[in-house]
């Protein structure tokens, strides 16, 4: 005879089944939550949305302030009635508190906890309090505090910040600061402090990369008649560095050189292999006097000696006037690299779309032809890499087409505001790296040109 267990023994049975699948299902919600962006704070944000009503009436996560001496910033702050306090409500850098501040969240970041907390006097009622204490005891009033747990975010043998829930009304005894639920919370605090770590991390690579980049990027010759602007701005979206760079120089016979290039690759070794290319190329130009296609070509042949893996895209071109009364001509060669615009100054624009071959790196072999366009008085001729024009959304005619126009619109204006406006225009909706080097020529009846060397 098969007996059927006691229905207390069946409920509770069923009861841990359940409890053991909402742990997993928050565990996995929280992890979606913290992967699901980029963007540290709005992941850490969509989490407080997870723990809340799940775990807490309302929860705030406290990060230390690097470059405020370790002051907590309270990033995210979310209340079970979202609409009951404006947007951004409590969020902002907490007082500092001392060595033996007895604030609770000084105690988590020396290491405590998790702490759980019962009892919240007012803050009128507490004396010898620190301004930290003193507006965490504001803050558990103002928003409701009958149960706290305090846990501080460690990862690699640091407390990186605090994680605060907090029940409003009365818990239950397996609730949110129970034996059986601490461990739980602990496990997402870890979480999160790997996220924050992770974070930093990043953050960390990607600045040594952008400085690299940016120490890399030349001062542009001032001296002679040529405007001349550049600018470089870091993929935004994506917190990624590239290898997109612009160089400008004038050769003992006064040509100006204008190079702009984009080394495969999202990250520390594309930058530094940037500068590799950026280092041969300035050597190979100043020692060869050789039309822009050869130049290519041995920068082909030297990074397939030294580099056999790496490929770029690159335009190397050089602006003359052959004597003074000549018209200036750009002689440019472009390996695999978008084709420079002419904006002329009525504003008619074109591509440039010949002495065009395949990218560096592809098939060292390659013939490297040359263009040569004649550019009028007052003409602009833009260099730039693919993140001004390319989108994910769209055709590369359609990128194309739209720079075209916002050229078009610019073609009279100075220098460093067509290159600000086209960034503004075109930069903010990119997700790579972007750089771009334009070159506005004398209008007609200017002085004479005279070659010289900066």
Not at 105 to 125: I, K, N, Q, W
């Amino acid at each position: 005879m098969i007996t059927q267990p006691p229905e207390d023994d069946r409920f509770d049975v069923d009861r841990a089944v359940q409890d053991a699948l909402d742990r997993l299902t928050l565990m996995a919600n929280a992890s979606e939550a913290l992967s699901s962006t980029l963007e540290l704070e709005t992941g850490l944000r969509r989490l407080c949305r997870v723990l809340v009503p799940a775990l807490a009436d309302w929860c705030a996560i406290d990060l230390v302030e690097q470059d405020a001496k370790g002051r907590l910033r309270r990033v995210v702050v979310e209340h079970r009635e979202p609409d009951a306090f404006p947007s951004g409500f409590l969020e902002g850098l907490l007082p500092a508190a001392d060595d033996h501040s007895q604030a609770p969240l000084a105690r988590a970041l020396r290491g405590a906890g998790p702490l759980r907390l019962s009892d919240f006097p007012a803050p009128e009622e507490t004396t010898g309090a620190d301004s930290l204490h003193v507006l965490e005891l504001q803050t558990f009033r103002q928003l409701g505090a009958r149960r706290a747990v305090l846990v501080p975010l460690r990862a690699r043998r640091r407390v990186l910040g605090v994680l605060t829930l907090v029940r409003n009304g009365p818990d239950c005894p397996s609730g949110m600061d129970s034996q059986e639920r601490l461990p739980l919370i602990e496990e997402l605090a870890h979480r999160v402090a790997m996220a924050v770590d992770n974070a930093h991390l990043h953050a960390q690579i990607s600045n040594t990369a952008e400085r690299l980049q940016r120490s890399l990027l030349p001062d542009l010759p001032r001296d002679g008649p040529l405007d001349i602007a550049a600018r470089y701005d870091p993929a935004r979206a994506s917190a990624e560095i590239g290898g997109d760079w612009y160089d400008a120089f004038l050769l003992p016979d006064g040509a100006l050189t204008l190079i702009i290039g984009d080394v495969t690759g999202h990250d520390l070794k594309a930058a530094v292999s940037m500068s590799q290319m950026r280092n041969m190329l300035r050597g190979i130009a100043c020692d060869r006097k050789e039309p822009p296609g050869k130049i290519l070509a041995r920068l082909d042949a030297a990074n397939e000696i030294l580099y056999p893996a790496q490929t770029l895209t690159c335009l190397y071109a050089l602006v003359t006037k052959p004597d003074p009364e000549g018209q200036w001509l750009l002689h440019y060669a472009a390996a695999g690299h978008p084709a420079p615009l002419l904006v002329t100054g009525t504003g008619d624009t074109r591509f440039l779309t010949a002495g065009r071959s395949l990218l560096l790196g592809a098939a060292p072999d390659t013939i490297r032809p040359d263009g040569e366009e004649s550019l009028p008085p007052g003409s602009t001729v833009l260099l730039y890499t693919d993140g001004l024009i390319e989108r994910r959304s769209e055709t590369l005619d359609d990128g194309m087409t739209r720079l075209r126009q916002h050229a078009a619109a610019l073609a009279r204006a100075p220098l460093e505001t067509f290159c600000d406006e086209l960034m503004t225009g075109l930069g903010e909706t990119s997700t790579d790296d972007i750089a771009l080097i334009a070159v506005r020529i004398p209008p007609a009846g200017s002085a004479p040109y005279t070659a010289t060397a900066e």
